[in-house]
DNA sequence: TATGGATATTACCCATGGGTAATCAAAAGT
DNA sequence: ACTTTTGATTACCCATGGGTAATATCCATA
């Protein structure tokens, strides 16, 4: 009633567009909390009930913004990546030898991968999706995979890491990283901060120099 | 017909053993055939229905061996578990510093998550089982890490290993080993022995030396 | 105050798949 | 030869949970 009277001589075009926004925000409400489940319970253990009662609403509505809970997952996976990929271009858009960009990588992966979303890229299983979707997932995977080997290839090229294997040492790396959305919690004593650079110095500690690593 | 016949004057206590061996193949099998689809399709993916299809029999069959579905799920990871303790102890037995100790380990588990029961203790979710089961498999992840932590604190107090904190150092190692279980094929180009060497000196090259990591 | 579009609810459908009951066949024991 | 035990089959049960149809409600607009 307050509300309404607020709004009472308000331009007649403006609501139009406070409901879309407000769609847009139910939507994002709703991916939210079915990605916190799927996080804490895992994709099978949650139901659209389970959802939509969170959201104080029940099971059918939620299908106003998605199709399927599958398409709910899809998107859960599709905006951690993007989220990842925004955070990456903007650290690696600067120059600096490969391995210093290298380790700007691993430190803003580190840091995403302590957000529920970060985690949605290691949690969630592109099996559980259609093969359209599934495809789209493994591309970017792949895609993700690139961007370690290229900048330690660049590394080794430009001689600021010692000459290495760099799918061994993007799957070494990228391992240690992903398993971050294992064992972070929320109430863990360090921030994402302090992991991403304590990772950022400790993934490449061994890169360094110019001798390639052999067996002593 | 020919079997019988090499079999007819034997002693008919040996039968009875023969039976329960047959028996005890019988269950083997089917955890392993159940674990080769968990570990393709994914747990959720794959009926019990399949996992007797595949082995000829009918599913009310394998309710013979096992209890439940979840049973065989727990029976895999335990099984795998068994065999990765198994190859740790037989390889911590002896001696020697705690970084060369700390390189068998990750030589050993490296090679372990390359088998199929390897890839069991990562790639089957505890939380697909009762409580009780999961507290088990919790409490031996949870051993499991404090080997890492324990290693890499000697090796620390040892000198052999420079200064760092054992939780992070072993939150890196152990991700860069489970994540093998992940992109690992048994077509791929190298042998588990191969990966386990080249992982042994990758993820210990940073450790080497007297100064703690910092950033410069 | 009436209309229509958007969004929510109630009540329901139904495919899936884990698990079981009744039964049967074959081998083991006596 | 007979009975018992073991292990397999056929036929079935039924809880779960994703998804939908019909309906109601809200609200801006006319």
Redesign the interface.
């Known amino acids: 009633m307050t509300r309404s009277a607020a709004n009472e001589n308000a331009s007649p075009w403006l609501p139009a567009e406070d409901r879309e926004k407000a769609r847009d925000q139910k939507m994002e409400a709703v991916q939210d909390m079915a990605l916190t489940l799927f996080i804490e319970?895992?994709y099978?253990?949650v139901t659209m009930n389970e959802v939509a009662e969170r959201l104080n609403v029940t099971k059918p509505a939620l299908y106003n913004y998605f199709r399927s809970k599958e398409d709910i997952l899809y998107s859960c996976w599709m905006s951690g990546h993007e989220r990842l990929q925004q955070r990456i271009s903007a650290e690696l858009g600067a120059g600096g030898s490969g391995l210093s960009r290298l380790r700007r990588l691993v430190r803003v992966y580190a840091e995403t991968m302590t957000t529920t979303y970060g985690k949605s890229l290691v949690l969630l299983?592109e099996?559980?999706m259609d093969d359209m979707n599934r495809r789209t997932i493994l591309a970017r995977k792949r895609d993700l995979d690139g961007v370690f080997r290229a900048l330690i290839a660049e590394g080794v090229a430009d001689g600021s890491i010692r000459p290495?294997?760099p799918r061994?040492?993007a799957?070494?790396?990228?391992?240690?990283?992903?398993?971050?959305g294992?064992?972070h919690r929320a109430d863990g004593p360090m921030t994402p901060e302090e992991i991403g650079?304590?990772?950022a110095?400790?993934?490449?500690?061994?890169?360094e120099g110019k001798a390639p690593?052999?067996?002593e």
């Open positions: 319970q895992g099978h253990h299983d099996r559980d290495t294997d061994m040492t799957f070494a790396i990228a391992g240690a990283l992903n398993w971050i294992h064992w650079e304590d990772f110095l400790r993934l490449t500690a061994g890169l690593i052999v067996s």
